[in-house]
């Protein structure tokens, strides 16, 4: 089992920037690739972005490509998602995800293993 605890949301205005962090816990060794996906009020979950964590390969959802950048610390079992130019339509709950395999990772149900999710505001 692989245990996700996300951090850093927050409020912010609109062009403001924040960091949020995932600390993965227990079979780490499993996780081939870790993921950030968000969720809007009355919207489906969607894709944000995607890392290796052997390779360091990385993938962005086309609104936030330019703005966030995903990154990890294998050290500290840590993934990370600098948001930047936050605009409010980045406003919702952002959630972790690893997998262990390399399966599309577009797709939530390639995921095995959630955090509890962040709430990330922009307001205008």
């Known amino acids: 089992q692989v245990q996700l605890v996300e951090s850093g949301g927050g409020l912010v205005q609109d062009g403001g920037l924040l960091r949020l962090s995932c600390a993965a816990s227990g079979r780490t060794g499993s996780i081939y690739e870790m993921g950030w996906f968000r969720q809007a009020p009355g919207k489906e979950r969607e894709f944000v972005a995607a890392i290796r964590l052997r390779s360091g390969g990385t993938d962005y959802a086309d609104p936030v490509k330019g703005r966030f950048k995903i990154s990890r610390d294998n050290a500290r079992n840590t993934v990370y998602l600098q948001m930047n130019t936050l605009k409010p339509e980045d406003t919702a709950v952002y959630y972790c995800?690893?997998?262990?395999?390399?399966?599309?990772?577009?797709?939530?149900?390639?995921?095995?293993?959630w955090g509890q999710g962040t709430q990330v505001t922009v307001s205008s």
């Open positions: 995800a690893a997998k262990q395999t390399s399966a599309d990772s577009i797709r939530s149900e390639s995921y095995e293993y």
